[in-house]
Nanobody, 120 residues
Framework: QVQLVESGGGLVQPGGSLRLSCAAS????????MGWYRQAPGKQRELVAG???????NYADSVKGRFTISRDNAKNTMYLQMNSLKPEDTAVYYC??????????????WGQGTQVTVSS
């Protein structure tokens, strides 16, 4: 069984920073692409940033220059450093990972989500 657990969300003022973490645990053989998604009330879930196992990254236009995605393959952990936060960044942030598990092949996993609220 594999679990993705996010942490680091919370309430922050506009212009502030937060760092999200996503830790994968379980019978993991390898983790391929990982990504952060977000869903605001009344809106569809959208990709915020993605990162390959080799470290190649991509970002939504709305967060380029403000957010930085990274990962530590040895720890099966991914991060999202969010700077210059805006009220429109308010959403539930979800971790996603393409994981090759022992005995089950490659499966797409999601975390439970962590709330990020940007407000004064």
């Amino acid at each position: 069984q594999v679990q993705l657990v996010e942490s680091g969300g919370g309430l922050v003022q506009p212009g502030g920073s937060l760092r999200l973490s996503c830790a994968a645990s379980g019978t993991i053989f390898s983790i391929y692409v990982m990504g952060w998604y977000r869903q605001a009330p009344g809106k569809q879930r959208e990709l915020v940033a993605g990162i390959t196992r080799g470290g190649n990254t991509n970002y939504a236009d709305s967060v380029k220059g403000r957010f930085t995605i990274s990962r530590d393959n040895a720890k099966n952990t991914m991060y999202l450093q969010m700077n210059s936060l805006k009220p429109e960044d308010t959403a539930v942030y979800y971790c996603n990972a393409d994981i090759h598990t022992v005995g089950a092949g490659r499966v797409d996993y999601w975390g439970q989500g962590t709330q990020v609220t940007v407000s004064s």
